[in-house]
C-alpha cells in the first residue's frame, strides 16, 4: 500500500512524504505507482522551475519513497500562494486516485 501523509500547518501543506508501493501490478506496469510518482514530481518540478524556490525545498528520496518539507519562510508571498496551490492540486490528484484504489493508496494528515 502507497501511504501518503501530508502534515498541515494553519492550513497549509508544510510537507508531506509518500512511502510503500501499490503492488497493484509487477514492478513498471503498475499504473498508480506511475500516478504517483508523475504527480509528486510534476509538482516538485512546479515548485522548482516555474515558482522558482528550489532553495526553499528540503527534498529526500530513498527507493521510491519521498519525503519534502517546504520552507515558506524563505519565499515571498507570491511564492507562498503559488506553492500552496501546486500542493493543493497535488493532493486533490492523489484524492482522487485514493477513491479509484482505496485498498492501496490511503492519505493521512497530521496538524503540527
Known amino acids: 500500500m502507497i501511504r501518503v501523509e501530508f502534515t498541515l ?5 508544510v510537507d508531506f512524504s509518500i512511502k510503500g508501493h501499490a503492488d497493484l501490478a509487477e514492478d513498471g506496469k503498475d499504473i498508480l505507482c506511475a500516478a504517483v510518482s508523475i504527480y509528486s514530481i ?18 529526500k528520496a530513498d527507493k521510491g519513497d519521498l519525503y519534502l518539507k517546504i520552507r515558506y519562510e524563505l519565499m ?13 492540486s497535488m493532493e486533490l490528484a492523489f484524492k482522487s486516485l485514493e477513491n479509484e484504489y482505496n485498498k492501496y493508496l490511503k492519505i493521512c494528515y ?3
Open 9 to 13: 500547518f494553519d492550513g497549509s501543506i
Open 42 to 59: 510534476n509538482t516538485i518540478n512546479s515548485l522548482t522551475e516555474i515558482v522558482g524556490v528550489e532553495d526553499a525545498l528540503d527534498i
Open 76 to 88: 515571498t508571498d507570491p511564492q507562498k500562494e503559488q506553492a500552496e496551490l501546486l500542493l493543493r
Open 110 to 112: 497530521k496538524e503540527v
